[in-house]
């Protein structure tokens, strides 16, 4: 399998993620071994493929469940709720964000809705700061996407201005260089996250 998946990775583009060479091919990265390593082993590219899959497909499906779940519970509580959530667009982004507070998922990783994050008195974890700050940024028309970083064995997501010049992660609204955005978004956790994605 490893051969015919070296072979089949001879063609079409390539992408450099730090010195390494991948190639894509049918929506898959495969290096010069192929997706494992000589042990047998995944290799880091089958882990980027699976988190993309994880990050694009599991996780809003999951998510959407989550939240139906939780509103059928409070749908009492939807009308106090969109006030809030219309009032918070005349804050800026600094105060939005102090008013979050990080709290560790459980059930599983999720993204919850905005509604849901305001019901939840602004506490989630970081899918949840990257969400509603996306919010506010579309809010004032500025683009905005939230991306994930990852290292071995843990991942965060951030909120990132399309013009690369702010990230929100958790609580803290950080100024970027866009010319050397990746660079310093990795560099503000000291290393700890290798790919974003």
Partial sequence: MR??????????????????KFNYINNFFCNSDGLFNSTGE?????????????????????????NCWFWLFHL?????????KAEIKYL????????????????G??????????RQSFSDDCDGAAALAKFWFK????EAE?????????GHAV???????TMVTNERVVDLNPTCWEKEVLEYFHGKYEVII
Avoid at 13 to 19: A, K, W
Avoid at 92 to 107: C, Y
Avoid at 146 to 154: A, F, G, P, R, T
């Fill in 3 to 20: 051969m015919f998946l070296s072979k089949v990775a001879q063609g079409g583009e390539e992408l450099f993620l730090g010195d390494k």
């Fill in 42 to 66: 995944i290799t880091t590219t089958m882990k980027i493929v699976a988190r993309k899959f994880g990050v694009n497909f599991a996780k809003p499906i999951w998510s959407f469940i989550r």
């Fill in 76 to 84: 009492n509580d939807i009308k106090e709720v969109g006030r809030i």
């Fill in 92 to 107: 800026s982004i600094e105060t939005l964000m102090e008013r979050f507070v990080w709290k560790e998922d459980i059930a």
């Fill in 109 to 118: 990783d999720w993204t919850p809705w905005v509604i849901t994050i305001i």
């Fill in 139 to 142: 809010e004032h028309g500025i």
């Fill in 146 to 154: 939230i991306l994930n970083l990852y290292s071995e064995k843990e």
């Fill in 159 to 165: 909120c990132v201005t399309k013009n690369r010049e």
